[in-house]
């Protein structure tokens, strides 16, 4: 028995030495039928070879390679906007606007106060009468901390005496908006609804009816009751991340798998001008071993 099993060993060993364990260099080319194109018209890419993967970078943001590694949008400049309307009463000073870099994200009175807010209402054109005024974009740079996530508050105070200072107005906010000018255009920070607005009160409030949020408008008012008591009414968003983000990799979009037959063609649209550099990754894999090849073609997009 023994002659058969060494014989039966040594072919087995014999058979995987010789099986083959490393790829083919893929076989693989691209052209374009033109490499100008407007916006809105396909590119069409015609391919030569028969790679088991083919994968494409179209150079736009989030799907260019020269950031397959990771991609850091660097700090720009922070502009905020929003609408105003204000009705009824007559009393002055009453609403204000803030920012902060270091409140603690605790949304009670006590924590509130303990922050640093800068009261930015100046730089703003706040409503006078029931027409909704824009308030017009103004930076926020000078006041945004690279790494510190930034808080903004609509602040309103009922005043006493009444008799002597004037019953309390509403004032209603809309369409807010924080955005930063970055190296990949202008990003939203924040909007009316995803600001996720939190309402904070100081003395006795009666909240049921009176100061809310919906979707649509921040509405701060006055008691309809108690109405011979000093209130203050925060509104303030949840954190907003200003400062430089790291936005991971681009990813790539997939285009030809093993499991497809071979592909002669692959379009792209661009949707903006520009200059992009396309960029189709082949490759030819097993558990073994992987070889890829970059092609890259320079497309220019007009108007």
């Not at 060993?9 to 790829?23: F, I, N, R």
């Not at 701060?220 to 949840?238: H, K």
């Amino acid at each position: 028995m023994k002659p058969i099993y060494y014989l039966l060993l040594g072919c087995l060993l014999s058979a995987t030495a010789c099986q083959k364990t490393d790829v083919d260099d893929p076989a693989f080319d691209v052209t374009a039928e033109s490499l100008t194109v407007k916006t809105g018209e396909a590119v069409k890419f015609k391919f030569n070879g028969d790679p088991g993967l083919i994968s494409f970078y179209s150079g736009e943001v989030g799907n260019d390679y020269a950031f397959k590694d990771g991609r850091i949008v660097e700090a720009g400049e922070v502009f905020m906007s929003f609408n105003t309307n204000t009705q009824y009463g007559s009393q002055a000073n009453q609403f204000s606007v803030w920012a902060s870099t270091d409140f603690n994200g605790k949304y009670n009175i006590g924590d509130v106060k303990a922050a640093t807010w800068v009261d930015i209402t100046n730089r703003f054109t706040i409503a006078t009468g029931t027409t909704y005024i824009n308030s017009g974009s103004k930076s926020l740079n000078d006041i945004v901390v690279d790494g510190k996530p930034l808080f903004i508050a609509f602040k309103y105070v009922m005043n006493q005496p009444v008799a002597t200072l004037g019953a309390g107005r509403t004032w209603r906010v809309q369409s807010f908006s924080l955005k930063s000018n970055t190296s990949i255009g202008t990003q939203t920070l924040a909007d009316q609804v995803s600001a996720g607005w939190l309402l904070v009160y100081e003395g006795p409030k009666e909240e049921t009816g009176r100061s809310s949020i919906t979707s649509t408008t921040i509405t701060l008012r006055a008691n309809a009751v108690n109405t011979t008591a000093y209130t203050e009414d925060w509104c303030i968003s949840q954190p907003v991340q200003p400062g430089s983000v790291d936005m991971g990799p681009d990813r790539s979009v997939p285009v030809k798998g093993y499991a497809n037959s071979r592909l002669e063609e692959y379009t792209h649209t661009y949707t903006q001008p520009g200059t992009y550099k396309a960029t189709f990754v082949a490759a030819n894999s097993n558990i073994h071993d992987k070889k890829q090849v970059l092609k890259e073609l320079e497309i220019t997009v007009t108007p």
